[in-house]
């Protein structure tokens, strides 16, 4: 199962494990935005709607409070990882586009087949992607699909997903989006086609010791 599993490891492999991020101003070159990617906008409701799919579907899995707190716990970064998935969805999909790369739905179901039976059934492997991915069941199929364009695309480049062909791929498909990051999620690395963590030079972290304006 590892072989198959492999670039959804990747894919969750590159949302670095960040440190808490400092509250800053929105972004007011797109208000209500949590990112641009090209002529897309990810609204700060849609990122809000895809956590609360997540919170909900690990909610149903761990019905036992102390259980889901000490899951919630784990997953603290969870908004600025789903934004950098969504993110990442884009910039792969469009480089997928540009070296004439496609998935059929066929596809997808046959991954989802092969996956299903070594998981042992259609329950066991969304407990699987949720616990490790945090997918929810109903994105499951859409994951696959990323995972799939991004094999079908490092296999046009005649490379692997961990080589740097198929991430400078990647970074060229990001310049072209122009990824724009709300400063309250960090912003967007193209190099490395990687959401990161900044300090905004106007906010000051306010400290105990700190002296406040009178």
């Given at each position: 199962m590892?072989?198959?599993r492999r670039?959804?490891?990747l894919?969750t492999?590159?949302?670095a494990?960040?440190?808490?991020?400092l509250a800053?101003?929105?972004?007011?070159?797109?208000?209500?935005a949590?990112?641009?990617v090209g002529d897309?906008?990810?609204?700060?409701a849609q990122?809000e709607?895809?956590?609360?799919e997540v919170?909900?579907a690990?909610?149903?899995?761990?019905p036992?409070?102390?259980?889901?707190?000490q899951?919630?716990?784990k997953t603290?970064?969870?908004?600025r990882?789903?934004l950098?998935?969504?993110?990442?969805d884009?910039?792969?999909h469009r480089?997928?586009?540009?070296?004439?790369?496609?998935?059929t739905?066929?596809e997808?179901?046959?991954?989802?087949?092969?996956l299903e039976?070594q998981?042992g059934?259609?329950?066991?492997?969304?407990t699987?992607?949720?616990q490790?991915y945090?997918?929810?069941?109903?994105?499951l199929d859409a994951?696959?699909?990323l995972?799939l364009?991004?094999?079908?695309?490092?296999?046009s480049?005649g490379?692997?997903?961990?080589r740097p062909e198929f991430?400078?791929?990647l970074s060229?498909?990001?310049k072209k989006l122009?990824?724009?990051?709300?400063?309250r999620y960090?912003?967007?690395?193209v190099?490395k086609?990687?959401?990161?963590d900044?300090r905004?030079?106007?906010?000051?972290?306010i400290t105990?010791g700190?002296?406040?304006p009178?």
């Amino acid at each position: 199962m590892h072989r198959r599993r492999r670039p959804a490891l990747l894919l969750t492999a590159a949302i670095a494990a960040a440190a808490p991020l400092l509250a800053a101003c929105g972004n007011d070159a797109h208000p209500g935005a949590a990112a641009v990617v090209g002529d897309q906008r990810i609204t700060v409701a849609q990122l809000e709607n895809r956590v609360d799919e997540v919170r909900e579907a690990q909610r149903a899995a761990v019905p036992d409070e102390t259980q889901y707190q000490q899951v919630v716990a784990k997953t603290g970064t969870l908004t600025r990882d789903t934004l950098h998935g969504m993110v990442l969805d884009q910039v792969l999909h469009r480089a997928a586009q540009d070296a004439g790369v496609s998935v059929t739905r066929r596809e997808v179901q046959g991954m989802r087949g092969g996956l299903e039976e070594q998981a042992g059934g259609p329950a066991q492997l969304e407990t699987v992607w949720l616990q490790q991915y945090g997918v929810p069941p109903e994105r499951l199929d859409a994951n696959l699909r990323l995972q799939l364009e991004a094999q079908k695309l490092a296999q046009s480049l005649g490379t692997g997903t961990s080589r740097p062909e198929f991430w400078q791929a990647l970074s060229e498909a990001s310049k072209k989006l122009d990824v724009d990051l709300n400063p309250r999620y960090g912003a967007w690395d193209v190099q490395k086609s990687s959401r990161v963590d900044t300090r905004t030079p106007w906010v000051r972290e306010i400290t105990a010791g700190t002296p406040q304006p009178a």
